[in-house]
């Protein structure tokens, strides 16, 4: 029987004084501020869908970091720290630095001239209506479905750090996002994402660096955690030969081709969440440099958010455990580690802006969702499918409503969420089933001229059936994962890793099979969609410093000196 | 347009003195329950820190302001 989340009410691990709660407050007032002010702004559908394509290679590169790091995935990763050592990083370098420079150098030029608002809007110019109205439908769904899950969650982390009523917690939050998109559209979501990214620095960093001086340096967390936990708790590369040498169970085959080569390809480059922030940069320079920027910052988010789970293995006196452990001892779960790390360092004052950080992190996230939900439903459904006459007043005024209903139903998905704790489960599986195809549709696309309509249609189709199918089977028959993850040693994040593999690989396969046997476009159609036929843009005659590809080279070669020093 | 960085420069700059503001006073009033590293202070020194930056944001990026 599956017991409500609302019926589950640990005792609360920090008491916030009044200047936490000032400090709290002033945050609040501080984005509905940014709203009101911005208001004005967003009058036309380029200011209020993509923020007047104005938006500068620093802003959308932090925006584009920041819509990525919720409070979900600072808290969740801390714990996967906690839980599986310094493996965990591999999911902010390997498995996003690679795909962000290869945004920036290979498909942001592709999606920037293309002038398209949208990913699903990239897939109709390439491949027509069918492709787009999958991969839209599927977008659209699944963002609300997500954001209320992560409503339900930023309710419950509130509910366990600090005792606050989960309905208040919901309602507080969904409002302030609804007033702020609402007025100010994406350049408002923008703003507040980059405000939210000082706000998680300034509110975490104290953390690791604490942490470190009272763990006595980083040579000495080392031998602590060797003793606590395991010496393959610090290494990242060396357990990964094979699944029963690291405490995730998982090879180097599925981190460097499911992960890195597939599930972060795709999240990066096609994820209509974070693509949209860059999209609204002001040139082809700033829309180059912008993934380039995030990718610099990302490789030092572990610092935040991985350092504090291996010093919670090193310094706090209580052992953690699994969720499911959790909800049924009392004792503090791996996901605690953060906030319980955030009490044990930070006083008044520090601790309310720790506890703001993670606020932030769970509004922005919801924003980003909205806003791209907004976007993609009244450009690639209402207007190609329902009314495509109306006036450009008329969509950013079905842009505002649109607003309003996805806020709506991410909270009606939050209450059902807390009545069907499951479902957080099967919509966070569904979410996946389409990263991995869509990348193999959209990069043939825009790499192979020969790929056409049916063969994107029908491979994205398979693709994402194919992953559908995979996820079941293991979910009816557990010892399935074996076969998926060609190992009976491997564990369940194995399964997410070689499942994207598949499923890629069978969206390749058929688009190919498919194109070959249909009649292709001809080059005039593909020109400006596809490699071999665009001129590509150039970001100009500037210095050599100035040139995204310096910059990209310089994130790369800082990426493989970290991975040598913690291989 | 009001630039982004100031409205980051307003909320470093209101942040800091409030942590700083809490920090000095536990200095003249120590918390019967004290945080670990209690003694190195964090709140004062961090909070000066965010408080230089937040100024320096909202001098720099003040509405009206030409930039050399």
Partial sequence: MTIPYALIVPTRLVHLSAVDVVIVVFYFALVLAIGFYLRGRANTGEDFFMAGREMTAWVAGLSFLSANLGALELMGWAGSAYQYGILATHWYWIGA???????????????YISKTHSVPGYLKLRFGEPARAVSAVSFAFMTVLMSGVNMFAMAKVMQIVLGWDINFSIWVSSLTVAVYVTLGGLRSAIFNEVLQFFLIWAGALLIPILGLYEAGGWSNLKLQIAQRASDQYVHLWSGLGSFTDNPMGINWIGIVFGLAAVISMGYWTTDFLVVQRILAAKDIRSAEMAPIIGAGFKMFVPLIVILPGLLGLAVL???????????????????????????????????????????????????GNVSAFTTVWTYDIYRPLINSKGTDHHYVNMGRWTTVIGVLISVGTAYLVMQFASIMDYVQALFSFFIAPLFGTVILGMLWKRATGPGGFLGLLCGTLSSIGMWAWVKADPSALRYVALSPHAKALAQDMFQALWSFLVCVIVTVVVSLATKPKTDTELTGLVYGLTTVPSVGDIPVYQKPIFWAGVVALVFLILNLIFW | MVSIWFFIGISLLVNGLLILGAGVYEIWHPPAEQVVLYSLHASVWWGALMTVIGAAYCYYFKPGRKKA
């Fill in chain 1, 97 to 111: 630095i690679p795909a962000m420079l290869f945004l920036a150098l290979v498909m942001m030029p592709f999606y």
């Fill in chain 1, 317 to 367: 006196p209580m052992k953690l455990v699994p969720e499911s452990v959790a909800a049924a001892t009392g004792m503090h779960s791996y996901n605690d580690v953060l906030p319980l790390m955030l009490a044990r360092y930070c006083g008044p004052g520090l601790l309310g802006l720790g506890i703001t950080a993670l606020i932030a992190g769970f509004m922005s996230g919801m924003a």
